[in-house]
Nanobody, 123 residues
Framework: QVQLVESGGGSVQSGGSLRLSCAAFGYTYSSYCMGWFRQTPGKEREGVAAIDSDGRTSYADSVKGRFTISQDKAKNTLYLQMNSLKPEDTAMYYC?????????????????WGQGTQVTVSS
């Protein structure tokens, strides 16, 4: 059974940093693309960053230069380092796994989802 478990969310002031983790269970991690998505109430879920098994990455324009996605295949764990956080980064953050041909930010390409971890950035 595929399971994705996020952790590392919390509250931080503007300009601060957080590191999210996503532990993956129940499938061959290295054969999947992994992505981070976020959603705020009343808005559609949006792609933040994605990484494929070869380490190729994609980022939303809004987070380029501030967020870094990485993975530790030996630990079946995905990370999102978030620096220079802004109030508009406040959202529920989800990790996802799928098998698109490249690290897309299209959520429809991802089959498995975690429960999410809340990130709140105050001004």
């Amino acid at each position: 059974q595929v399971q994705l478990v996020e952790s590392g969310g919390g509250s931080v002031q503007s300009g601060g940093s957080l590191r999210l983790s996503c532990a993956a269970f129940g499938y061959t991690y290295s054969s999947y693309c992994m992505g981070w998505f976020r959603q705020t109430p009343g808005k559609e879920r949006e792609g933040v960053a994605a990484i494929d098994s070869d380490g190729r990455t994609s980022y939303a324009d809004s987070v380029k230069g501030r967020f870094t996605i990485s993975q530790d295949k030996a630990k079946n764990t995905l990370y999102l380092q978030m620096n220079s956080l802004k109030p508009e980064d406040t959202a529920m953050y989800y990790c996802a796994a799928g098998r698109p041909l490249w690290p897309t930010l299209n959520q429809n390409e991802y089959n498995y989802w975690g429960q999410g971890t809340q990130v709140t950035v105050s001004s």
